[in-house]
Each structure stands twice: as C-alpha cells, then as structure tokens.
C-alpha cells in the first residue's frame, strides 16, 4: 500500500463521483477535448474509454493509499454543508464497506465502456449513449460514497433514468415495456423509501449516517423504527430485487442490450443490498431485528424460486433464454446476500458483502458471454443456441466455450472460485444467528438455501451441457472464437473471481472490521 495524505485521498474520491458526470458533459461538446477518431461517433466512444479509464485509476489509487490497517473508520472523508435548513450537507467517505463496491462499479464500468467502443448496441447515436453510461456510473458510485441520507437517496434515483433509456432505446425485442416496468417498479419503491428516510432524519435531528449508525436507535422509539424499516426496506428489496419484488428484473436483462445487463446485475442490484448494510441495520437495529425473521424467509423463497425457474428454462424443449435464464439466477443469489444480512451477525453479514462482489463479477461476466454468443449467433434462445453450436461450443470455439463453462462453475458455488465464500458464510450466519432471533426458524431457512445451491449446480450444469457439450460434426462450420477487445473485456472478471476464490482474506480483511464495529454501534 501507498502513502497518499488526506487531502489527495479527497480529492481522488470526489474525482471518482464527480468525475464521470463532467466527462458526461464533455460528450455533449461537439468533439471531446482532446480526442480524435475516424468519425465523431468513435471519438464519443473513445472518450467514454478515457473517462471511465481514468474513474478506475482514481479508485486503484484510493484503494492502495486507504488506510488497511484501520478498514472500519471512514476514511477520505468531505463534510460540507450544503442545505443548513435542513442539515444536508455534502458528506462524503469510504470504509471497509464501501471500497470493495467503489472499485466494482469503476471496473465494470470501464469494461463495458471497452466493450462498448468496439462493439456499439445497435441503437441511436454513441453520443447519447456515453454521456448515459457515464451518469448512471456516477450515481452508483455517489451511492457507495455519501454518507448523508437525502444524498443517498438522491444518488440512488440517478441511475434510474440513465438505466431506463439503455434499454428502451439500445434494447432489444420488448425493450419499450421492460423499461417502464423497471423504472416504474424501481420509483414506486423508492417513493416509499424517502418516507422512511425523511421519517428516520425528522425524528433523529439529522441525516448524517455516521451520526445516526453512532447512535444506534438510541434517539428512535422502536415504534418509529419499525415503520422506517419497513419503508427503507421496500425501496431497497425492490431494487435488490427480493422475491417477490422481482418481476422487473428478467424483462430488463432480456431486452437490455449486454453492457446494460452487466451494469444492472453487476453494480445496480447491489445498491439494494448495500443499503441494508449501511442504513437500515446501524440506524434502526431494533426495527431491523423485528423484520429479520421475514427477510430471511422472503430470502430462502427467493433462492429456491429463483432455482427452480432456471431449471425450468434450462431443460430440453422449453422457451428458454439464456439472459432470462441467468436474471433468474441473480434472485437466487441475492437471496443468499439478504439471508446473511438478515441473520445479523458479522458471519453472515461478511458472507453478504462477500458475494455481493462475487455476484457482481461473475454475473457480469456471464452476461457478457451471453451478449457474445447472441453477437455470433443471432440468439439467446437455448434451443437456436444447441442448434448453431451443435452442443458443441467446445468444439467450434473452444476459448468461448471454456470461459462460459468457468463462468457456470464459478456462479454454482465451486470451491475455490469467489461464488463458493460468500454463499457458505451467508449459511453459516443462519446457522447462528444473533441472539435474539429464533435459532429454529433460521436453521430451516439454512437447509432450505443449502438445497438451493444443489439446484443451482443442476440448472448451470445444463445449460453448459445443452450448449457445449457434443460431438462436433466433421463439416461443422466453426464460431468465431474469442476476440481481443472481449479477451481485454474478460480477463480482469476471470482473474479476480480466481483471486478472491483462493485469497478470501483480501476481501474479508477489509469488511470484516468495519461490520464488526457496525453491529457494535455504528461506523466512526
């Protein structure tokens, strides 16, 4: 790790949030400054690479100058007031928490914009799309950094137009009404989680989250932060999304184009999650702990839902699609983040953070080889896929078929791939959950989830049964294989789901302190 003072490590994380939106102007100019290409629709797509490049350099560097031996106090910390009537003011700070999702959000970000310059969705002009793509990344991460929670929500609701018009306008084949019932269901949630946060900052005296999570409900009656609880937690399930508040999720990443779907499952689902983390369980503990035995089983629900729609999709002669296939999986996974968040201990709230990342990088790479497969193809569909891949993609593009067989082992949980800790520490939470929680209840929603990964490894290992495995025709035509731009893409997904796979503590030793002090009182 580097030294970096403190003025430079503010300085790089209001870079990292404000940054992306003034790249997101610059677009707009008639040329971006600076660049040149063969036409101005390249020149947008190569400033989007420059942009978002530069976000993910200015995250590597607040990642190595952050304080690793002190994870859970809030570090490059900006405290300006910005609304005294109100008390909202510009609070801005990473912690153990935190950090893990900045540079998430920046590397999936930076990839699908590489992706993007090489490979542009069908759809209107790049100088609409990069200035959109642009937005939507400084509202994810402004999400991850404020610390104040009128910005926070704020943060929150400024990816919903970006993310709306991606698919409306870069979509495919029923992109127009997967659109409105994302942004529809996502506003009618969010509607009801400013009530419980204005609730949470009139009672309390102010919206600062480290005043509040310092706090800890002691200045909120368990009246109140129930009924906050309650609130918050719709906004945020809906954009988890928990079972049954899901029904948005299969339509937008089966119309969205490929580098929407890898930034909905890759980042904005993990705002939902985060949420819990951060304001429900330091500032309303007594309420959370009141819903905790529901969210729990809303959780296991919706991984053996989640499960069994998959399998559904999966087996031979059905309808099935494989983006479809795979937002389904993405319930099921995030019902295992909710089950350790829900048992409240730091096991399982470790476990939640844990495959939040996990999630966010094999998703994210599955939904980019499902884009390149429907690029060589034509389709999603598994049933056009068996039939142009002869079951057989080993065969006719073998680099393709293995990293789409990793990307299937790495989602079902294998040891050694980062999907396997966080599931089995969300399992293990539930095995011992906090104190006041009824042990019973949580030891089935245990078994219940542990059946769940066994119907995970059922529907993946279909699927790269269906698609890759076969005997490959002598006359058989050959797929394109893997090209540089995708390797460029993929590769970083690839080595990161290794490393966190086999060194677990890199991650853990980050969110490990900072939810330990969490639970305790608050973050300082």
């Known amino acids: 790790m580097i030294d970096i003072s403190e003025s430079v490590m503010q300085f790089l994380l209001a870079f990292v949030v404000v940054g992306p939106l003034l790249g997101a102007a610059a677009a707009l100019l008639p040329a971006p400054p600076g660049l040149k290409g063969k036409s101005p629709e390249q020149a947008v797509l190569r400033h989007g690479v420059t942009v978002t490049g530069a976000v993910l350099i200015a995250a590597i560097v607040l990642a190595l100058g952050f304080d690793h031996g002190h994870p859970s106090r809030m570090q490059a910390t900006t405290d300006i007031s910005w609304i005294p009537a109100l008390d909202v003011r510009i609070h801005l700070g990473i912690d153990g928490i935190s950090l893990p999702l900045l540079v998430l959000t920046a590397l999936l970000t930076f990839l699908s914009a590489l992706y993007s310059y090489f490979k542009m969705p069908a759809g209107p002009s790049p100088k609409a799309f990069v200035p959109l793509l642009l937005v939507l990344e400084s509202g994810t991460l402004a999400t991850f950094a404020v610390l104040d929670l009128l910005l926070f929500f704020l943060a929150f609701e400024m990816v919903l137009i970006p993310m709306y018009f991606l698919i409306a306008r870069w979509g495919g084949e029923g992109r127009a009404a997967a659109a409105w019932k994302f942004i529809l269901y996502t506003l009618l949630g969010s509607v009801v989680m400013l009530l419980g946060l204005l609730l949470i900052g009139l009672k309390a005296g102010t919206f600062d989250m480290v005043a509040l999570a310092t706090d800890n409900g002691r200045s909120l009656t368990t009246s109140v932060q129930v009924i906050a609880v309650l609130a918050i937690g719709i906004g945020l399930a809906v954009k988890t999304p928990m079972w049954p508040l899901h029904t948005w999720l299969p ?3 089966t119309a969205a184009p490929t580098v929407g779907s890898v930034l909905l499952a890759g980042v904005l689902l993990k705002m939902g ?8 369980l330091p500032v309303a503990p007594d309420g959370f702990h009141t819903f905790a035995p529901y969210l729990a089983a809303f959780a296991v629900v919706g991984i053996i839902y989640g499960s069994l729609a998959c399998l559904a999709l999966a087996k ?28 409240t201990t730091p096991t399982g709230v470790n476990g939640a953070l844990f495959a939040n990342i996990a999630h966010g990088l094999i998703t994210g ?4 080889l499902v884009g390149a497969l429907k690029d060589r193809t034509g389709s999603t569909d598994l049933d056009t896929l068996a039939e142009e891949t002869g079951a057989a993609l080993y065969g006719k593009a073998p680099r393709l078929g293995g990293l ?23 399992l293990f939470g539930a095995f011992r959950p906090a104190a006041d929680l009824h042990r019973g209840a949580f030891l089935t ?18 699927v790269v049964r269906r698609v890759c495995m076969g005997a490959l025709p002598q006359d058989a035509p050959k797929l394109t294989d893997v090209h540089a731009y995708e390797f460029a893409a993929w590769t970083p997904l690839v080595a990161l789901t290794v490393v966190a796979g086999l060194w677990p503590k890199a991650l853990l ?8 002090q969490l639970l305790a009182g608050g973050t300082r």
């Open 445 to 462: 929603f245990m078994a219940i989830a542990a059946f769940g990964t066994l119907l995970t490894a059922a529907y993946m290992l279909v």
């Open 509 to 516: 030793g980050l969110t490990d302190p900072a939810v330990q």
């Open 365 to 368: 790479l599955l939904f980019f």
């Open 251 to 253: 339509d937008a990443h």
């Open 404 to 426: 789409l067989a990793f990307g299937a082992v790495a989602s079902l949980g294998l040891p050694g791939l980062a999907g396997f800790w966080g599931e089995m520490l969300a």
């Open 273 to 280: 999650t985060y949420g819990f983390v951060r304001i429900l």
């Open 316 to 343: 031979q002669g059905a309808k099935g699609d494989l983006k479809r296939l795979i937002a389904y999986s993405s319930v099921g996974h995030m019902g295992f983040v909710l089950l350790g968040i829900a048992s």
